[in-house]
């Protein structure tokens, strides 16, 4: 069983910026498949952006395209999720989660707790 504990989450006025990291422990695999999902109040869960085994291949919803940027952490197992220029609606619960390919865009894992960012007018 995989464990996945997002943080980096808070509360960040519209225009700013915060960085989300992604850890995943217990019986993981040296090699592995990432992505963001978010969740606003009211609303289905969402992709928002994935990254492949090596970090060569990224991709994004529309809506967070040239604002958000995932990247690979530098601890094993890790990764990133850098938000430029929030909006208020990007506020929502992010979660990471894997997928199984490249490109994919609905999450294969067990979900973890999320990290709360809140983004004001």
């Known amino acids: 069983q995989v464990q996945l504990v997002e943080s980096g989450g808070g509360l ?3 225009g700013g910026s915060l960085r989300l990291s992604c850890s995943a422990s217990g019986d993981t695999d040296a090699s592995y498949t ?3 999902f978010r ?3 009211e609303k289905a869960r969402e992709f928002v ?3 492949s085994r090596s970090g060569a291949i990224t991709w994004y919803a529309d809506s967070v395209k040239d604002r958000f940027t995932i990247s690979k952490g530098s601890a094993k197992n890790t990764v990133n999720l850098q938000m430029d220029s929030l909006k208020p609606e990007d506020t929502a619960l992010y979660y990471c989660n894997y997928v199984n390919r490249p490109r994919e865009t609905i999450a ?3 979900w973890g707790q999320g990290t709360q ?5």
């Open 12 to 14: 960040v006025q519209s």
């Open 34 to 36: 990432l992505a963001w």
């Open 39 to 41: 969740q606003a109040p």
């Open 49 to 51: 952006a994935g990254i």
């Open 108 to 110: 294969s894992g067990s």
């Open 117 to 121: 960012v809140t983004v004001s007018a």
